[in-house]
């Protein structure tokens, strides 16, 4: 007959291995890669830095991180100083200038002569 103890040793180890594999799961997890932003994020640097696809897969986890986050940052400033530029042409445009002008100007309505009439 078992003890109490040994009862309780038994669930409890069988629990462990429970809580074990549940880990590892999550663990494992933490540790996939979507293989196409991946794909993207090589690409961006490919293009956008000229490095070459074999350096980048040099690269230690978090240095890669740190690289990807710099690279946002630099895109996202370069959209924004574009979107700037863009507002200031088309607000400094002529041809739109031209175009408001044009569309508010009425066009005047000529008389047509009448003819004299001969007796």
Known sequence: METLSQTYLAESNEN?????ESEVQGLFGMFQVNLDNYIKV????M????????QIDN??????EEYVELLSDVLKKKQNAEKGESNQQSSMDPSREAGKIMKNA??????MPSMPKFK
């Open 16 to 20: 462990e291995g429970e809580l074990q």
């Open 42 to 45: 090589k690409f961006a640097f």
């Open 47 to 54: 293009y956008h830095m000229q490095i070459p696809p074999e």
């Open 59 to 64: 690269w230690p986890y978090w240095e890669y």
């Open 106 to 111: 009425k066009m005047p309505t000529p008389k």
